[in-house]
């Protein structure tokens, strides 16, 4: 019997047919690859213009060991927004769920991530942990307890990767350009919410979003999440159950932007978009997916990611309310 919030973990026939499982990954890469270079690569992270809009991968694995990998699925991007879902899972094992979420809400924003709106005017609890404001605030809590070095350890135990490191780079033009997020986490000080010092709070985020990850990495992210918090090849449990039923439902509510609801109603699996072009997804199997393509659409996903994400969803009946 599965236990609380183990719906992912539960088998998936239609994987047994390998050869069919191979053709779905290839027809979503091809759908992937033709629309990748639709979008248009961030810039306002000086930085990540550098990127080519053409490039795309995908890399897919579940809990026996199977795998496969498309495209630029090796080639390394910062993190970016998917580190959010770190955020949480260490702020759910250290200050647990009650106090977590005294800090956040659980509630799609309805604007973009970096908005400092609602925090101004709606309400000074960032409305979830998957926009800037909310992750901000979290890492607030967590920088007076676990230091980068900790995190990074964490990061690459979570993704499976344990060449996972600090894109220098990346984290320069985050500090140089990121006004946009100092001006957040002083208001949430302004607000009398903040929980550490603002610089080092910031310091932190920036570290976190400029982890340098590949699709691979995403993959086994995705993977550790839908096998329940467990490392399927070591078996040693990472996240506790009860914290990734949290993490797949605001993943699920709140992990892609302003196209969450669509993603879950054409998707319907629990996943996290980074304005670096991953996209980490966790689905039934229990499979992890993770997706590359730096050309983002106009809600900042990656927009061959989304594509091919449906794709296999349709094509697996990946769709969580597709099955029981
Ligand atoms: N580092 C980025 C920022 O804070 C992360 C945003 C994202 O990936 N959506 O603006």
Redesign the pocket.
Known sequence: MPGKGAWLSMKNELLTDRAFVERVFREAYEIGLSSASRGTV?S??PELKKADPKAFGMYMMTDDGYSLAFGDCLERF???????VIILAESLKLFGFKETFSHVMMEPSGDS??SILKLDLASSRPYNPMI?AG??ELVSLLVNKVGYDELLDETRALCMDPAIDLDESVYHS?FET?D??RAIAYLLKSKGVLMGDPEKTLDL??RM??LSVNAKSLAGLGLVIANNGVDPFTGERLIKEEDVRTLKIIMFTCGM?DYSGKFGMNAGVPGK????GGIVCAARGPMGIGFYGPALDAF?NSSGGVKAMVHISEKLRLHVFDYN
């Open positions: 961030a306002y992270i910062s993190i970016q927004s998917v580190c959010k991530f970096n800037n992750a901000i985050e990121g946009r997020n985020y920036f979003c400029s932007y978009s980074g304005v670096g900042g």
